[in-house]
């Protein structure tokens, strides 16, 4: 299966401030590629899907890039709201697989 | 707006089976549009999908879980339901069920989750 690595595991980011997690593939995953925000005790949301197209409802702040192995989803200006734990997960290959997940806090 | 809701044990004891069912709500289980999976979160760890169904029983699943998970539907219901078989402490996770739009696994709607604690 493919093994989906983030980084950092955590990112102390100010509020207005930019955020850039990474998530890198074991193999090429092509464009398909999909971010999550969980929040405490919540279900996750779909942020992205296909790289960089944003799910119903999401803020433009919100942006994903990349193809093949790297990919990044980039926030910018954080509202305090945006702190919790993104995945990435892909579903390219093989059974549906995700990234352990990125951190997002308050500095 | 499609609603999940999981039910079933909290507890289940080593070697047994634990069952879970998905309930939903403002929509058809029978809509073309839409499969029906599960996906489970063991405290502290990353998401694993287990695996997904359509409405006419179509099913494929995680090969790591395969031989040990059963994903069912009941159409009359507007339920899927999920079967792990011989359980271990590793099978100690938050459940969710959720919806993809097409085969392809993007989860678009999820349920709020429920814990499952396999110990004696």
């Known amino acids: 299966e493919v093994v989906m690595t983030q980084s950092p595991a955590t990112l102390s980011v100010s509020p207005g401030d930019r955020a850039t997690l990474s998530c890198r593939a074991s193999?090429?995953?092509?464009?398909?590629l999909a971010w999550y925000q969980q929040k405490p005790g919540q279900a996750p949301r779909l942020l992205i899907y296909g790289t960089s197209t944003r799910a119903t409802g999401i803020p433009a702040r919100f942006s994903g890039s990349g193809s093949g192995t790297d990919f990044t989803l980039t926030i910018s200006s954080l509202q305090s709201e945006d702190f919790a734990v993104y995945y990435c997960q892909q579903y390219n290959n093989g059974p549906a697989t995700f990234g352990q997940g990125t951190r997002l806090e308050i500095k | 707006q499609l609603q999940l809701q999981e039910s079933g044990p909290g507890l289940v004891k080593p070697s047994e089976t634990l069952s879970l069912t998905c309930n939903v709500s403002?929509?058809?289980?029978?809509?073309?549009?839409?499969?029906w999976g599960w996906i489970r979160q063991p405290p502290g760890k990353a998401l694993e999908w287990i695996g997904s169904?359509?409405?006419?029983?179509?099913?494929y699943y995680n090969p790591s879980l395969k031989s040990r998970v059963t994903i069912s539907v009941d159409t009359s219901k507007n339920q899927f339901s999920l079967k792990v078989t011989s359980v271990t402490a590793a099978d100690t996770a938050v459940y969710y069920c959720?919806?993809?739009?097409?085969?392809?696994?993007?989860?678009?709607?999820w349920g709020q989750g429920t814990l499952v604690t396999v110990s004696s």
């Open positions: 959720a919806t993809q739009s097409g085969r392809v696994v993007i989860i678009y709607y």
């Open positions: 403002g929509g058809s289980i029978s809509s073309t549009s839409y499969y």
């Open positions: 193999q090429s995953v092509s464009s398909n």
């Open positions: 169904i359509y409405h006419s029983g179509n099913t």
